[in-house]
């Protein structure tokens, strides 16, 4: 062990011949870190709309001056019903998608494009729903937790949903432009399949606060 007066040696690195190419990551190690990655995201995503949760119920509780939730604060029930079915369809797609493609089955891209499709349109119905509301965000205390959960939710579902995008663009561009037998891609599938499934979790799981989020604003 060196001493305080000695200098650290440099850590050996062992040279490479002149001429060799050093090998891509295993595909299993890029699969393991989404794995692990999709679900410490889900726990980050738990714990950021458990704020909401709890700003809703001790609000509601607390309920200052009876401006919890006044008569004319009433979001459109139609509206959140078509918004949370269309991202649970979604999430299903997006599943359905990712066990075709580990199965190896060619026509996951129909079911993902729809998923991804179906959570557009809950984006604009959210937004068709904020602009014909008859209330605004300084209404009560529903009215702020409302707005500020609903837009929070549609800031992660654009995330996910740019997310399962690019799964879908890869594999679209690796099927137009297939790799050279030659090449270091060999299989792209083996790459794109690992982050598939992860975004696929990820929007499930965000599906299940999304229906909790209904249920929260809309049934209580």
Excluded at 32 to 47: D, E, H, K, Q
Excluded at 75 to 85: K, R
Excluded at 94 to 119: D, F, K
Excluded at 209 to 215: F, L, P, Q, S, V
Aim: contains cysteine.
């Amino acid at each position: 062990m060196a001493t305080s007066g000695e200098a650290v040696p440099p850590i050996a690195v062992p040279p490479v011949e002149l001429g060799v190419e050093i090998p891509p990551e295993p595909p299993e190690v890029t699969a393991r870190g989404l794995y692990v990655a999709s679900r410490l995201l889900a726990g980050a995503t738990t714990f950021f709309f458990l704020g909401f949760v709890f700003a809703y119920f001790y609000l509601r509780a607390l309920n200052q001056n009876d401006m919890w939730r006044p008569a004319h604060v009433k979001p459109e029930q139609g509206l959140g019903a078509a918004i949370i079915a269309c991202v649970l369809v979604s999430a299903v797609l997006a599943y359905l998608a990712g066990r075709q493609m580990n199965r190896g089955e060619s026509g996951w891209l129909t079911p993902a494009s729809v998923a991804i499709l179906l959570g557009v349109v809950a984006f604009a119905l959210q937004a068709v729903e904020y602009s014909q509301q008859s209330f605004g965000p300084t209404d009560g205390a529903y009215a702020s937790v409302f707005i500020a959960w609903t837009a929070c939710y549609m800031v992660a579902v654009v995330g996910a949903l740019y997310w399962l995008e690019t799964q879908v663009a890869t594999e679209v561009r690796a099927r137009r432009s297939p790799s050279r037998r030659d090449g270091d891609i060999r299989n792209p599938d083996r790459l794109i399949a690992p982050g598939l499934s992860a975004a696929a979790f990820y929007w499930a799981f965000l599906a299940a606060i999304g229906a909790i989020t209904y249920i929260v604003l809309y049934l209580l």
